[in-house]
């Protein structure tokens, strides 16, 4: 799974030690920002007093950030599959090609067409998990 840091970059999480250190790490960050946040609009010490209200924050924050993975997860398959048909597709259409035949164009085409099919169900089911992970 891929986090995002605050500078935008991109951090392949690749073990299971280094994805268990970034939840912790993510975590105190969520609280941290809750009880500053909470304390700044309500007053100092509020957010000791109203441990439901950092709970609720950090839920929140959690969700969005789960919610941002999957929908870039998303995107990225999409993308993938997309150049994956673009690419096939300019090859159908090349005149040149030593093994060109209507078979193979044929072929071509309608995996070209089931590849977009594949990204659209990608994309609606990453849609779907969202509205349930809301609900």
């Known amino acids: 799974m891929d986090h995002h840091s ?19 790490l993510t975590a105190g960050e969520y609280f941290d920002q ?12 509020y957010s000791e007093k109203h441990p439901e209200l950092v709970a609720a924050f950090m839920s929140t924050a959690a969700r ?4 941002t993975c999957r929908l870039l997860g998303s995107q990225k398959i999409r993308s993938g ?3 994956i048909a673009e690419s096939l597709q300019s090859e159908i259409h090349r005149r040149d090609h030593p093994i060109m035949g209507e078979t193979l164009s044929e072929g071509l085409e309608g995996l070209c067409s089931k590849f977009g099919e ?6 609606n089911v990453a849609r779907m998990v969202d509205l349930n992970g809301k609900g």
């Open 118 to 123: 594949v990204a659209e169900s990608i994309q």
């Open 64 to 67: 969005d950030l789960e919610t």
């Open 6 to 24: 605050d500078d935008g970059m991109e951090i392949e999480i690749t073990e299971g030690q280094t994805a268990m250190r970034q939840a912790w």
């Open 34 to 45: 809750a009880v500053d946040q909470i304390d700044t609009k309500f007053g100092d010490g």
């Open 81 to 83: 599959l997309r150049d």
